[in-house]
C-alpha cells in the first residue's frame, strides 16, 4: 500500500505564475489536509477536503489559493500569481474514515517544496 | 485561546543521554494527542499517539510519551539518544470538537557524538 504521494517534490515558480501541487491520498482514505511549513516555522492548516468537497478552509489566504479534491484524480493546491512569501514547504496528509467522530491518525507525504524567484 | 506549545525550540543532547520533549496543550476536553517527527527534507512520521487508556504510551523507534491530565502534557521521552534521532518533533492535537491535526511550534534535536 503506497503512502501518501506528493508531486513534485520541488517546485520552482517566478513570481506572478501559477504553481498546482499534486497529492495522491493513501488507498482508501478519503480525506485530505493541506499543510503549509515556512522555514523556521510549524506546520499551519490550509484546507480540509473530502471527495468533491471542501469541509474547511479556514486556513487559506482569501486569495489566490485554491484547492479541490475531485471525485477522481489527485486532490490539486492551486497558487495564482506567487510571490515570494509564498516560498515554502506544502505538505499532504490523507485520513481514513473516522471513528467515534474524530481521526484517529494522518499520514503525511513527503511535501512540495516551492521557491519563488 | 486553544493552543499546542512546545516551550523548547531547540534541545541539544549527547548520544546516550536521555530525552525529554515537552508538550503542553490547552483544550477544554482532553484531546487526541499524537507526536510526529520530521528529518530534514522529509515529511513527517507518527511516533506515537494517545487516545485513552494508560497514559504512558509506547512508541517506535524507541519512544514513548507520558498524558498528564492535570498538567495538561504529553511530554515524549527516550532513554538514550541515537545520532539518528537529530530532527524536528512536532506534539499535535485533534480536538474534541475539531476535524483537524493542530501541531505544536516544533523542537529541533541535536545530538553531540
Known amino acids: 500500500n503506497a503512502g501518501v504521494m506528493q508531486n513534485p517534490r520541488h517546485l520552482v515558480r517566478r513570481r506572478g505564475q501559477e504553481a498546482r501541487l499534486r497529492c495522491s491520498p493513501m488507498k482508501g482514505h478519503s480525506h485530505v489536509y493541506w499543510y503549509r511549513q515556512l522555514p523556521e516555522e510549524g506546520l499551519k492548516f490550509m484546507v480540509y477536503l473530502q471527495k468533491e468537497n471542501i469541509i474547511d478552509e479556514s486556513g487559506m489566504p482569501k486569495e489566490r489559493f485554491s484547492a479541490e479534491f475531485p471525485k477522481e484524480g489527485p486532490s490539486i493546491l492551486r497558487i495564482q500569481q506567487v510571490v515570494r512569501g509564498d516560498s515554502a514547504a506544502y505538505f499532504c496528509?490523507?485520513?481514513?474514515?473516522?471513528?467515534?467522530?474524530?481521526?484517529?491518525?494522518?499520514?503525511f507525504g513527503q511535501g512540495t517544496r516551492l521557491t519563488v524567484v | 485561546a486553544q493552543s499546542v506549545t512546545q516551550p523548547d525550540i531547540h534541545i541539544t543532547v549527547s548520544e546516550g543521554a536521555s530525552l525529554e520533549l515537552r508538550c503542553n496543550y490547552s483544550?477544554?476536553?482532553?484531546?487526541?494527542l499524537f507526536w510526529y517527527v520530521q528529518s530534514p527534507g522529509q515529511g513527517l512520521q507518527l511516533l506515537l499517539k494517545y487516545f485513552s487508556g494508560d497514559t504512558l504510551v509506547q512508541g517506535i523507534k524507541g519512544f514513548e510519551a507520558e498524558f498528564k491530565r492535570s498538567q495538561s502534557s504529553f511530554n515524549l521521552r527516550k532513554p538514550s539518544v541515537h545520532w539518528s534521532d537529530a530532527a524536528e518533533y512536532f506534539c499535535a492535537v485533534v480536538p474534541l470538537e475539531g476535524q483537524n491535526f493542530v501541531f505544536g511550534p516544533g523542537t529541533r534535536l541535536s545530538v553531540l557524538p
Open positions: 483544550y477544554g476536553a482532553t484531546p487526541y
Open positions: 496528509a490523507s485520513s481514513p474514515r473516522r471513528q467515534g467522530g474524530r481521526y484517529t491518525e494522518a499520514f
